[in-house]
């Protein structure tokens, strides 16, 4: 069997720009089509899947298809479903389908771009950690234990009240306050990857510092990442809910969170102006908690022999 040096002198004489690994004990390499057939064995995470496009299909096709105006005033306060409008009306008359619809571009919006900054910021944080060690590791986790301790949707409700409740301000609230897990975990890969014979290989053979953490080792760190980043998809969209229930949020910017927020007060009489708002949250979260479930599965080396 070739050696890691073995296969990293191939990748280098190929030319590809990115260094592919195998170490005589294990292979570090993500095999693509065992994970996406083991995933695609998972009906729950499947189907979640399935549901999920749905959603973003509606939020990116569904405004431009039905355009409307989700502030706009078009039935009576408060009519039930299937008497004006479809889902019926909230307090003010508002269509409680198309505020559900327009929500859905708004709040996937912010969660996946939230999610991304979020992301950037707990694997750079991460990364450097540890790669470098030492000293930079040291001051890196005091960082981090200091965002750790903090009330994360306290903290983003601080941040979004002194300065404002642009959608902006809001997405790096939420992200400068829950990027910590991201970074821990990959910290925690690194340090147990960096050390292997191929990364060793990589260093002996002169790869710069920046060609060894984006090429070499997060690569192969990638598969619990991408199961976290899945999850942390489903933990914004509900730090964006309650930010949106509190009033923190954009209010030109109609949300299924506001949607909740705004009709609290008359759900015992109007139940459907908070219920299926709710619903749509719960689905979706509990969507991407079955991808995330259905990924670790089909990440996890263990299940490949079954």
């Known amino acids: 069997m070739e050696t890691?040096?073995?296969?990293?002198t191939e990748?280098?004489?190929a030319g590809t720009g990115v260094f592919v690994f195998e170490e005589s004990t294990s292979k570090p390499e993500i095999k693509w089509r065992e994970t996406v057939r083991l995933f695609c064995s998972n009906i729950a995470a499947l189907l979640g899947?399935?549901?999920?496009?749905?959603?973003?299909?509606?939020?990116i096709f569904g405004p431009t298809l039905y355009p409307a105006d989700p502030f706009e005033l078009v039935a009576a306060p408060l009519s039930g479903p299937g008497e004006f409008t479809l889902l019926g009306a909230d307090y003010l008359g508002r269509d409680v389908f198309i505020g559900i619809l327009y929500g859905t571009r708004a709040t996937l919006l912010i969660a996946l771009t939230a999610t991304l900054v979020t992301v950037f910021i707990g694997i750079t944080v991460g990364a450097l950690a540890g790669f470098y060690g030492g000293m930079i590791d040291n001051v890196l986790m005091r960082i981090t234990e200091f965002f750790q301790v903090l009330p994360p949707l306290?903290?983003?409700?601080v941040i979004v009240a002194v300065f404002s409740s642009d959608i902006l301000v809001v997405i790096l609230a939420i992200a400068v306050t829950t990027w910590t897990t991201e970074a821990r975990l990959t910290r925690a890969e690194f340090l147990k990857i960096k050390e292997r014979e191929y990364v060793l290989a990589a260093r002996a053979m002169?790869?710069?510092?920046?060609?060894?953490?984006?090429?070499?080792?997060?690569?192969?760190?990638?598969?619990?990442?991408?199961i976290a980043i899945t999850l942390r998809i489903g933990i914004t969209i509900i730090y964006e809910a309650a930010l949106s229930f509190l009033g923190l949020t954009d209010p030109d910017v109609m949300t299924w969170g506001k949607m909740i927020g705004l009709s609290r007060d008359f759900f015992f009489d109007a139940w459907w102006t908070v219920t299926f708002p709710g619903l749509a949250i719960l689905l979706v979260v509990l969507c991407i908690a079955l991808v995330g479930d259905g990924l670790n599965d089909a990440f996890n080396p263990k299940l490949r022999g079954r």
């Open 49 to 59: 899947f399935i549901v999920l496009v749905v959603f973003v299909l509606a939020g």
């Open 154 to 157: 306290v903290f983003s409700m």
């Open 206 to 226: 002169g790869a710069s510092n920046l060609r060894m953490i984006t090429r070499v080792i997060l690569p192969n760190a990638m598969p619990p990442l991408v």
């Open 4 to 8: 890691g040096t073995q296969k990293l």
């Open 11 to 13: 990748g280098a004489e």
